[in-house]
């Protein structure tokens, strides 16, 4: 990761994190900006305005950004999601225009949720449909991250038989966003309803990709989301073991350092030893991405569900150690505890995860 990003994102967030965390809202010029620098989706070709990093490097600004603030980090996921979205799904001119456009300062969500359809994306209701030379969009989606800031939303829905993707601009007639209010965690991300009463927009708005199988389209974007989601995770691990450290050392209960009690020291080192494994399994599954494996997807999913479990599991140790000192409302611990459990249950639940690993499983040995 170059050392200016991570200095860039450092700067930006500073010491502002726990007041966006209670305030749940991130200033809008602070997210423009950070866009319009190509750092919301840095995986983006130059061509089209981004920074072209590498997957490895962007999970390393993801976990960097993961460890100073997950609402943050969340945008990021978003924009990122949205932007290889369109990358894999769009025709040449739909990623010329969209991708410039995320990186010249807009801001975009990515919806697959609805009321009945969240772990089951197979059975989501929202509809695309042709008419003329338009399309038309309707139905509802819920817990959408960054809805509430985003300038235009990436809809996925059924489509003749199949699926499709949209790009629905926020402002167009028949679109309703309402903020979802006082999240558990990741309070300052923007998420929001979507309500989508027949939105009617020229054809050109629908993917290239329109008809093909809906489990197909959403495991492509979800690759993405969930080993963003995992960077993420190595970032809230990190920041509870640098909270946990430097507490343990200069905290004396009993006549001594809170480091040199046993019980205490152990969950020290299984913190550091979560955020390792969690890291190890980020930069294999990256690896496998940059490599264009086919072990992507597994790995993504492995991944994903290998840090979102330790960084629950690490956030509550941490808590656990510095007790009181770390649970006023912001504290990064405190932050860390809510916006973790999420963790386990965004792009694909911790029991969504192990299905499709024990399917893996089973295929790979037989």
């Known amino acids: ?34 866009g319009a620098k190509g750092v919301l989706c840095a995986e983006t070709e130059q061509r089209f305005g981004g920074l072209g990093l590498s997957c490895v490097e962007n999970g ?13 980090r969340s945008v990021m996921t978003s924009q990122g999601m949205a932007a290889w979205t369109i990358r894999r799904f769009g025709d040449r ?34 509809g695309i449909r042709r008419d003329g030379g338009d399309i038309v969009v309707h139905g509802t989606k819920t817990w959408i991250t960054v809805a509430d800031y985003a300038d235009w939303i990436v809809v996925f829905g059924r489509y003749e038989g199949g699926g499709a993707v949209a790009v629905v601009p926020t402002t167009a007639p028949g679109v309703r966003v309402t903020r979802v209010p006082h999240p558990m965690g990741c309070r300052a991300a923007g998420h929001a309803t979507v309500e989508l009463d027949h939105v009617r927009l020229p054809a ?57 009690h046993q019980l205490v020291a152990r969950h020290l080192a299984e913190l550091y030893a979560a955020e390792r494994t ?70 694909g639940s911790n029991e969504i995860c192990q299905l499709i690993l024990a399917e893996h499983a089973a295929s790979a040995a037989g």
Do not use: N
Not at 113 to 123: F, H, I, Q, R, Y
């Open 1 to 34: 990761m170059p050392d200016h990003l991570s200095a860039l994102v450092t700067e930006t967030v500073a010491d502002a994190a726990s007041g966006w965390d209670v305030a749940g809202e991130i200033p809008i010029a602070v997210l423009r900006a950070l």
């Open 60 to 72: 390393e600004l993801t976990a960097h950004t993961g460890a100073l603030c997950s609402s943050l």
């Open 93 to 126: 001119a739909q990623r010329e225009e969209h991708l410039a456009r995320l990186t010249g300062g807009e801001l975009a969500a990515v919806a697959f949720s609805e009321p009945a359809a969240g772990s089951d994306l197979a059975a989501m209701s929202t």
């Open 204 to 260: 050109e708005h629908l993917l290239a990709v329109a008809g093909q199988p809906i489990v197909m389209l959403t495991t492509i974007a979800l690759t993405y989301g969930r080993l963003s989601v995992a960077w993420g995770c190595v970032g809230i691990l990190r920041a509870c073991l640098t909270a946990v450290a430097r507490h343990a050392a200069a905290r004396e209960q009993f006549g001594k350092p809170l480091l040199q």
């Open 278 to 347: 969690a890291t190890f399994a980020c930069e294999r599954a990256s690896g496998s991405r940059d490599e264009g494996s086919p072990e992507q997807v597994p790995a993504s999913v492995l991944a994903k569900h290998v840090a979102a479990g330790h960084a629950a599991r690490g956030a509550a140790s941490a808590l656990q150690v510095l007790a009181s000192a770390g649970a006023a409302s912001g504290h990064v611990v405190e932050r860390a505890y809510r916006d973790a459990k999420l963790m386990e249950v965004i792009e």
